[in-house]
């Protein structure tokens, strides 16, 4: 199955540093969504997107729908130590109701 | 709150056991999912059910099964674990298919 191309890998970062990451895919996605999983927990979903060139926040997390629909980024500000985790990127294909592809993820390590 | 729950946190088993890894959810979803997570692998669908006894093949599903006899439950089956098979298993449902809820996760190790 597809997978989506999510950079970088892994991240290691000081306290009070942005941080931002991105998604690409091959095919036209319908919506893009972003998860965030603690250690030891499951994926939590952090912010949905479902228009090209849509730009939604919560809290200090930015994220942005692509314009071509085939990409979406995260942006993390003023990063503290519990935004520790690994970002995945997921998105849904245009065409039938398919599940969710997933990224590989993000790792993020923030320094104190 | 949508509460998905997996049956264990850790579970060690034997090459060739059967292995039932159990899921349950409390908000009425009609689509269930299991995935397993992989260092470096990101998550990767096993099995998926939009209904009570309905199932679908995802991307990995050789060597496990799954049973949906009742809405609320969705059971991945491995008929003759292997060590390959070592890894977490994230149980996920939504009413819709792009939020997914998941539980907290099932880490599987096959000696």
């Known amino acids: 199955g597809q997978q989506l191309n999510q950079s970088p890998q892994s991240m290691f970062i000081q306290e009070g540093e942005d941080v931002s990451m991105n998604c690409t895919s091959s095919?036209?996605?319908?919506?893009w969504l972003w998860y965030k999983q603690d250690p030891g927990e499951g994926p939590v979903l952090l912010i949905a997107l479902y228009k090209a060139g849509e730009l939604t926040s919560n809290g200090r997390l930015t994220a942005q729908f692509g314009i071509t629909r085939k990409d979406s980024f995260l942006n993390i500000s003023a990063s503290i130590p519990s935004d520790v985790g690994i970002y995945f990127c997921a998105g849904q294909e245009l065409v039938g109701n398919t599940p969710l592809v997933f990224g590989k993820g993000t790792r993020l390590s923030v320094i104190a | 709150d949508v509460k998905v729950t997996q049956s264990s946190r850790y579970l060690v088993k034997r090459t060739g056991e059967k292995v039932f890894l159990e899921c349950v959810q409390d908000m009425d979803h009609e689509n269930m999912f299991w995935y397993r997570q992989d260092p470096g692998l990101g998550l990767r669908l096993i099995y998926f059910?939009?209904?009570?006894?309905?199932?679908e093949k995802g991307d990995i599903p050789e060597g496990y099964s799954v049973s949906r006899e009742k809405k609320e439950r969705f059971s991945l089956i491995l008929e003759s674990a292997s060590t390959n098979q070592t890894s977490m298993y994230l149980c996920a449902s939504s009413l819709s298919n792009e939020k997914l809820f998941f539980g907290s996760g099932t880490q599987l190790s096959v000696l």
């Open positions: 059910s939009y209904d009570v006894k309905m199932k």
């Open positions: 095919s036209i996605f319908n919506t």
